[in-house]
């Protein structure tokens, strides 16, 4: 009984540190929410540290004397949670454990047996956290705390009566942000970290909540905050943002509500308020909420971005999605963001109940046509709490929930497709996402003096935009990392806010030992003598090794291509084309292959690529000509 000292761990979601991440604004609100009630809280952001993350909680729970450790997230997190929680209870055997987020939201039960912390807490923490932590110093029975799930004497898991959602959200206290090292996060951001920090070349973004949960139940989506949609006053919103502004100096304030605002009013309001601050900002809407009017007031408030829910551009589609959209609302809302000069963020998602290749190939369609958009296609994921996932484990199409969770949760074939045409689809977006490019020009590139600390050599570059044309100077882009694509950069104007790419091979192909460059060689001179049988074997055994090695993917690709065997074409030329998406050859050998397996819109998309690409490297030969 008395003072208990409690960690608040963030997992590492990072391939290194200093790569990029989202501000973990969950535990940032629980963090300040024990604080307030005057309990000992230390904070852990394992994204920052360098160290195996069970050496890392190990030093934290024993130089601190940590009594209860508390952690969370989404179901995609789950790999990473579980090495927080056995790493806690390996390091102190009688260490407390408090489990919540998303991911314990949408499967209270099983993922509590599964994990085994001492306590979840489900939906909203604040308070139920407050509560909870004056129990355990007390020593006090939990019966009565609602919204938890914990063990009785018998070993039994008990679940306690839900909390009814906080109405109130300007009661709470405002996130954490230091405890969580949002400063060593401001000196590790770079401009290409993501699209909206393009616009600054010393990129310091917050991430801010204005509202929680959403009114509508579209079937993929699962609300981590429950189902009860509700906003923060404006007049508290802004207080918390005269806050950040003084302590932090922010230059763009991501607001990560799932629904920014279902009313205009309120829109409109923050576009007044936010304006004088000078600030970048941007949010999620749906498309049936803007008009040319509010676009405007929004843009010249200081909008960047706004991130669509555009899902798909078939009607039966959204109907199934329950959406309560069209394709009509779709594209006049994009329409109207683009002439606006206000980037756009949406998604393509590929794979609801109701579809089929034919309702695929209408949004394929649409997309090609409506480049300037950048659309992402993606397949869609039945996420833990959706109502996709539930019927999917109604369908056996996840017949092991553990195995699901530790990979991450991939996407599941929950259409009438059959699973080799759900395949061909998944092949086909993500072809598409990687190798259809919307072109910009690079003009220059310079290397800079200084290097970032982790991300090495940084370089400074212009380029001329693909959309409005004006040339746009970038500075601290890293040269050896690229997390948008293959051989290319994608970059947001700073003018007109449309994102292009650039073909950037100073991001580094990847290189091999030089013996595979000689089978490889030896390979090419056996199908020069049409030797082809004793090639393909080389080629297969490189692959089985290197198999992003572009020229044995070209070579292997072409053979298949031209002996008929069009299906393999189109598997090895696919792989080949997202690894050289400038390369206008290998589009049209695609469509080829394309067209021998029937999919002709998808073989006319790279073919017109393909034509796009051989006009820009035409017009750029004839600058140079005129140059010189």
């Known amino acids: ?193 993501d699209y909206p920090l393009n616009m600054h070349d010393h990129p310091r973004v917050l991430e801010i909540i204005a509202s929680r949960s959403c009114p509508f139940s579209c079937t993929f989506c699962f609300h981590p905050l429950g189902k009860v949609y509700r906003e923060r ?123 089929t290749m034919e309702t695929a190939v209408e949004s394929l369609e649409w997309w090609s046509k409506n480049r300037q958009y950048q659309a992402f296609l993606t397949s869609v994921v039945p996420y833990p709490g959706t109502h996709l996932y539930f019927e999917a484990i109604r369908k056996g199409l996840i017949p092991d929930q553990q195995l699901f969770l530790e990979a991450g949760c991939p996407p599941v074939n929950t259409t009438a497709m059959d699973n080799r045409e759900w395949n061909e689809l998944n092949q086909i977006i993500s072809t598409l996402n990687e190798s259809i490019v919307l072109p910009g020009e690079l003009k220059s590139v310079k290397r800079q003096s200084e290097s970032h600390p982790v991300r090495g050599p940084l370089l400074t570059l212009e380029a001329t935009c693909a959309h409005c044309r004006q040339d746009v100077v970038y500075k601290n882009i890293p040269m050896g990392q690229n997390p948008f694509g293959r051989l290319s950069l994608r970059l947001s104007c700073k003018k007109c806010h449309g994102r292009f790419d650039l073909p950037f091979s100073l991001r580094g192909k990847p290189s091999y030992p030089v013996e595979v460059g000689q089978r490889v060689a030896r390979a090419r001179h056996l199908v020069s003598q049409d030797k082809i049988s004793e090639a393909l074997p080389v080629l297969r055994e490189v692959l089985a090794q290197y198999p992003t090695h572009e020229e044995a993917l070209q070579i292997l690709g072409l053979l298949a291509l031209f002996s008929g065997s069009y299906p393999a074409a189109v598997n090895v030329l696919s792989r080949a084309v997202m690894w050289d998406p400038y390369n206008a050859s290998l589009h049209r050998h695609l469509a080829a292959g394309l067209r021998g397996i029937g999919r002709n819109l998808i073989a006319e998309i790279h073919a017109v690529h393909a034509d796009n690409l051989e006009s820009l490297a035409r017009r750029g030969r004839e600058l140079a000509a005129g140059a010189a």
Request: net charge negative.
């Open 233 to 355: 006053s404006l007049d508290g919103l802004f207080a918390e943002i005269d806050h950040l502004v003084q302590a932090y100096r922010p230059n763009t304030l991501m607001v990560l509500d799932e629904l920014f605002a279902v009313k205009r009013n309120r829109l409109i309001e923050f576009c007044n308020r936010i304006k004088p601050y000078g600030l970048n900002w941007l949010v999620q809407l749906r498309v049936d909420l803007v008009d040319e009017e509010t676009l405007a007031l929004m843009k010249d408030a200081g909008c960047t971005y706004i991130s669509y829910g555009i899902e798909s551009m078939s009607a039966k589609v959204l109907t199934s999605m329950k959406k309560k959209t069209d394709p009509v609302q779709v594209n006049k809302a994009l329409r109207l963001t683009y002439e606006k000069k206000i980037g756009i963020q949406g998604n393509l998602i590929f794979g609801d109940a109701a579809e």
């Open 1 to 193: 009984m008395g003072m208990k000292r409690f960690l608040m761990v963030v997992p590492r979601w990072v391939n290194r540190p200093g790569d990029f991440y989202a501000f973990p604004l969950g535990l940032a609100y629980l963090s300040a929410a024990l604080k307030r009630e005057g309990h000992a809280v230390e904070c852990l952001n394992l994204n920052h540290a360098t160290e195996p993350v069970p050496k890392v909680i190990a030093e934290a729970v024993q130089k601190r004397e940590i009594d209860v450790l508390c952690t969370g997230g989404l179901s995609v997190h789950y790999p990473h949670i579980k090495m927080v929680l056995d790493s806690a209870r390996a390091a102190r055997k009688d260490i407390a454990t408090v489990l919540g987020g998303g991911m314990l939201s949408a499967e209270p039960q099983y993922i509590f047996e599964n994990l085994a912390p001492t306590y979840g807490v489900v939906g909203e923490g604040e308070l139920t956290m407050a509560e909870l932590a004056r129990a355990m110093c007390e020593d006090a029975d939990v019966r009565c705390i609602q919204g938890i799930l914990y063990r009785d004497k018998e070993g039994n898991t008990r679940v306690t009566p839900p909390r009814s959602p906080n109405r109130d959200l300007d009661s709470l206290a405002w996130p954490d942000y230091e405890g969580f090292e949002i400063r060593q996060r401001f000196e590790m951001t770079l401009p290409t970290d």
